[in-house]
Nanobody, 124 residues
Framework: QMRLVESGGGSVQAGGSLRLSCVVSGYNYNTDCLAWFRQAPGKEREGVARISRSSTAWYGESVQGRFTISRDKNTAYLQMNRLKPEDTAIYYC????????????????????WGQGIQVTVSS
């Protein structure tokens, strides 16, 4: 059974940086796609970034130019710079397989495997 575990969350002031990590275990191959989503209180889950097995990345408009997704086999990272209070949310790592190395559209229904989530709080 695939398992995803996030780490690296916490509290930071606006303008600061955090780096999230997601370790995938229980799967003997490199996952096709790793992604980060986030959910703020009272809001729907939002796709942040995704990265394919060949490290092709795509970003949501709200984080473009500030966040960078990367991966090393089955570990994904999210480097978050110039953080804003509106980036405050629970951040989730997600994985998709069976896609021949590519990534699906960044919608939560397209990802089968999920981490438990980790809190990121940005204060003004």
């Amino acid at each position: 059974q695939m398992r995803l575990v996030e780490s690296g969350g916490g509290s930071v002031q606006a303008g600061g940086s955090l780096r999230l990590s997601c370790v995938v275990s229980g799967y003997n191959y490199n996952t096709d796609c790793l992604a980060w989503f986030r959910q703020a209180p009272g809001k729907e889950r939002e796709g942040v970034a995704r990265i394919s097995r060949s490290s092709t990345a795509w970003y949501g408009e709200s984080v473009q130019g500030r966040f960078t997704i990367s991966r090393d086999k089955n570990t994904a990272y999210l480097q978050m710079n110039r953080l804003k209070p509106e980036d405050t949310a629970i951040y989730y790592c997600a994985a998709a397989i069976g896609l021949g190395g590519g990534c699906p559209t960044l919608k939560d229904t397209n990802f089968r495997f999920w981490g438990q989530g980790i809190q990121v709080t940005v204060s003004s």
